[in-house]
């Protein structure tokens, strides 16, 4: 079994100190649209993932939804900053429900 070296962790940096560095601190504003970003293209990936395991096409989410399926394609792809209204609408379209907590 090969021992581990502590010495080998210097210098690695952290995911934050990362982000600091190339988006700036948090509540920057360069930091807060990075952030954001992140953010719609987490929950699109969440709303693709669902569409895909009920074998439903965008046109169909779409469809059932009441919108493009561009708009959908947008979403998916963390494109568009979407209302909290649309995203409960496409979420509720396919089954899933959403919780707020107090953090």
Do not use: C, P
Not at 47 to 54: G, H, I, S, W
């Amino acid at each position: 079994m090969t021992e581990f070296d502590i010495n080998k962790l210097e210098g690695l940096h952290t995911a934050s100190e990362l982000l600091d560095k190339k988006y700036g601190r948090k509540g920057t504003e360069s930091r807060e649209e990075f952030d954001g970003k992140a953010r719609a293209w987490y929950y699109g990936e969440i709303l693709r993932d669902r569409r895909k395991e009920l074998k439903m096409t965008q046109q169909e989410l779409a469809d059932k939804v009441g919108t493009a399926r561009s708009y959908i394609a947008r979403v998916e792809k963390g494109e568009t900053d979407m209302q909290m209204s649309s995203f409960l609408r496409i979420a509720s379209a396919m089954g899933l429900s959403v919780e707020l907590k107090a953090i």
